[in-house]
């Protein structure tokens, strides 16, 4: 299989925005051209790469595979520049505490990547729950922080003096049941579920998720149990014990034997964002570089969980 490589970029710019009239806008080329490369790529696999929808263009499993090929050439061409552009000379050790999914499923699998990318630079990983990592934060510890939110709630927070915050990624809560304990997936009475719900710490952004729905329902929805990782939700629910809310994210990667995920109108989504204490200093500094690579390594995730 002789492959332009070239033609890449307008795959995965397809596969990224969705449709061919975006990916030309995103390419700065005409339609027809996207097309044309897209017709020639597919003639080189042997193999048809994106089908046309009345809602966008979506991969085949085929074009899942070169747009993945893709990905792996822009990864190594992006170190490269790095490197060449003086990427090794950012050194130092930072500090970033996380919860659990986050740092599992976006963080841990880019290590190997940055410390290539990056061979002067340190990243030390503290995971933590949220009042541990907040004290840890304000006492200098640590030098940035990954937080989780209930978007519906996230404004009624309030930062310390000199922190900032960004977004990294916004993602669905899921409902998580017993297999085949309901009926019908349709129209969900959050109030009335046949199952209590799992309790959960009450710092926990899933926590806030409740307390916004006995707010909204006016109903009791009594809890049962306590978790801390999902892993035990998943084994709570499974055995039939309760029903749960959880982060998309924390799903990822992880056997869903006995239970049902389940999308509801309602939930809303769990905002992540990355806090630290702005200093003033230039975007190379070893912080700065490493909030960029969390940006990316989320954006990342989101595309694939969304394609």
């Known amino acids: ?39 020639k790529l597919e003639d080189e696999t042997g193999h048809a790469l994106v089908v046309r929808t009345p809602k966008g263009s979506v991969l085949t499993p085929a074009g899942l595979a070169v747009a993945e090929a893709g990905e792996e050439i822009e990864r190594a061409l992006s170190v490269a520049r790095a490197r060449i552009e003086g990427g090794a000379t950012v050194a130092g050790v930072v500090r970033v505490g996380g ?40 006492q200098r510890q640590l030098d940035a922080v990954v937080v989780e939110l209930d978007s519906t709630t996230a404004e009624q927070r309030s930062l310390s003096a000199g922190m900032t915050e960004e977004p990294l990624l916004d993602e669905p809560w899921k409902l998580v049941v017993p297999s085949g304990a309901l009926l019908t997936t349709e129209n969900i009475d959050l109030a009335r579920l046949p199952l209590p719900w799992l309790g959960v710490d009450p710092t926990a952004a899933n926590a806030a998720v409740l307390g916004r729905l006995r707010q909204s329902t006016g109903a009791q ?11 035990t939700a998943l084994a709570l629910v499974a055995a039939g014990e309760g029903i749960a809310i959880v982060p998309t994210l924390a799903l990822s990667g992880i056997a869903h034997d006995g239970v049902d995920v389940l999308d509801v109108p309602g939930l809303g989504t769990r905002r992540i964002v990355l806090r630290r204490f702005d200093r003033r200093r230039s975007p190379s500094t070893p912080v700065d570089t490493v909030a960029r690579l969390l940006r990316e390594s989320a954006a990342a995730f989101d595309t694939r969980s969304t394609s």
């Open 1 to 39: 299989m002789d492959i332009d490589p070239r033609r890449l970029r307008v795959l995965l710019a397809v596969a990224r925005t969705g449709g061919v009239l975006a990916a030309a806008d995103e390419l700065g080329i005409s339609p027809s051209a996207v097309s044309q490369q897209l017709t």
């Open 99 to 138: 919860f659990t999914s986050f740092v599992r499923t976006v963080v841990i699998p880019r290590l190997p990547e940055w410390r290539t990318q990056y061979p002067q630079l340190q990243i030390r990983i503290v995971e933590d729950d949220l009042p541990d990592l907040m004290r840890l934060l304000r």
């Open 221 to 231: 929805m009594e809890s049962a149990h306590q978790y801390q990782e999902t892993l």
